[in-house]
């Protein structure tokens, strides 16, 4: 499975904006998808994570509360909403599909990953 990510931009601290996950060639709706990101430096950690059919959503406690998962299988899609975007922020972020298909925090149990697409913010 290959997946596209998109989405990433410049932007201002305080701004929002929204990724795209979504697969080439098939569906990955019986999927769980995460979203991950590695900034410049340190190593690629976990952003956030739903379930296949998108009722158990799983975040970094960095993010909890100004990002938000979610996915439409009927658009083969999975979206992270960015808000209050922070300096630290900055990364390229990707997302990736697991077999396990309740969800997980894990790197190693997602199976395909896409080719990142970077989020800058800066003043």
């Not at 929204?18 to 998808?33: E, H, I, K, M, Q």
């Not at 296949?52 to 406690?61: F, H, I, K, P, Q």
């Not at 938000?68 to 979206?79: D, E, F, G, L, Q």
């Not at 997980?104 to 990953?113: F, S």
Request: aromatic share 10%; net charge positive; hydrophobic share 35%.
């Amino acid at each position: 499975v290959q997946l596209q990510a998109s989405g990433g931009g410049l932007v201002q601290p305080g701004d929002s904006l929204r990724l795209s996950c979504a697969p080439s060639g098939r569906t990955f709706s019986d999927n769980a998808v995460g979203w991950f990101r590695q900034a410049p430096g340190k190593e690629r950690e976990f952003v956030a994570g739903i379930s296949w059919r998108g009722g158990n959503t799983l975040y970094a406690d960095s993010v909890k509360g100004r990002f938000t998962i979610s996915r439409t299988n009927a658009k083969n899609t999975v979206y992270l909403h960015m808000n209050i975007l922070k300096i630290e922020d900055t990364a390229i972020y990707y997302c990736a599909a697991s077999r396990i298909s309740s969800g997980t925090r894990l790197e190693g149990e997602y199976d395909y990953w896409g080719q990142g697409t970077q989020v800058t913010v800066s003043s």
